[in-house]
């Protein structure tokens, strides 16, 4: 069974033949970071902060961001950190049901503009398409390499998971 293993940067540490690197500067790296200034923010209701969505807007932990409604009345959020698991569910989300958010953030089934390293050559505002049809294509049956510690929450898991998951799975029907 294909797994995650942790790059490292240690003399002598060599990745495993056949895998593959999916961490930022390739097109499978996750787009929200772990608090990071730019990304990784949530926004939610007050009292609510377990039902959150991507803050896409430049911000800070701990500013509001209120939605004024045509009818002028105003709905507050607040703005904190995602969590490590809440970054790894949204790259999820993008994967299999995004957002309008969202999708400015990440090269999703929609194709949205990118930045990512490939062959050592540098493409900056290509049009990327990242599907779970790809991923399968791609991925399936090679072990994937990121920096994430095995035991922490890593986007590795969930292409691990649609790149080796029947298309049936994906869908949400049990197979």
Request: hydrophobic share 30%.
């Amino acid at each position: 069974m294909p797994e995650r293993i942790q790059r490292r940067r240690v003399k002598g540490w060599r990745m495993p033949e056949g895998a593959v690197y999916v961490g930022r500067g390739t097109k499978w790296g996750n787009p929200f970071k772990f608090h990071d200034r730019t990304g990784g923010l949530v926004r939610h209701l007050p009292g609510k902060p377990s039902e959150y969505e991507y803050e896409g807007r430049i911000s800070a932990d701990g500013m509001r961001h209120d939605y004024f409604h045509p009818d002028g009345s105003v709905t507050e959020y607040r703005v904190r950190w995602a969590t490590r698991q809440e970054v790894v569910d949204m790259f999820e989300r993008t994967l299999t049901d995004p957002d309008r958010g969202m999708l400015g953030a990440y090269p999703s089934g929609k194709g949205n503009l990118c930045t990512y390293w490939t062959g050592g050559k540098r493409f900056v505002g290509e049009l990327a398409s990242v599907t779970p049809d790809l991923i399968r294509a791609e991925l399936a049956g090679k072990d994937l390499a990121c920096w994430c510690p095995t035991w922490e929450p890593c986007h590795a898991d969930v292409l691990l998971r649609i790149a080796n998951s029947p298309i049936e799975q994906e869908a949400g029907t049990a197979a």
